[in-house]
């Protein structure tokens, strides 16, 4: 079962009650003049990042990404390109359904989300 917050944000594309703009295509919020740091910082959702091994958005871009949204997760899907949904579709959706089924694990030594409190007990 999806969690009531995730499936609000997921279907309304709204957290916490503020409206973010979801619909900007992945190609248009890697580029730097078009959405910064700042803008991702603001988005305050739990946000899903992945890529292939080898895909053509580099490392250093997801994980800049990554980086900037500050309630994101990172996942990189192991012997697969830019088209990781169609080359391991069911290795993906366990990642993805997950993530929009549960809620985030309290991790046993956070770094990076140190001071989140997501809620969870």
């Known amino acids: ?17 503020e409206a973010h703009d ?6 248009t919020a890697l580029r730097p ?6 803008d991702l910082a603001g988005v305050a959702c739990r946000t899903l990042v992945m890529l292939g091994d080898d895909d053509e958005v580099t490392f250093e871009r997801a994980v800049s990404l990554y980086r900037a949204l500050p309630n994101a997760e990172l996942a990189v899907i192991p ?13 993906c959706n366990t990642i993805i359904l997950d993530f929009l089924c549960n809620e ?5 030594a956070p770094i990076r989300r140190a001071g989140i409190n997501w809620g969870v007990r």
């Open 104 to 108: 985030p694990v309290p991790t046993f």
């Open 33 to 38: 003049s078009k959405v910064t740091s700042d």
């Open 1 to 17: 079962m999806v969690p009531e917050s995730g499936l609000r944000c997921f279907l309304s594309h709204k957290c916490n009650d």
């Open 79 to 91: 012997g697969t390109s830019h088209g990781l949904l169609v080359e391991r579709p069911g290795f």
């Open 22 to 27: 979801l619909a900007v295509p992945l190609e």
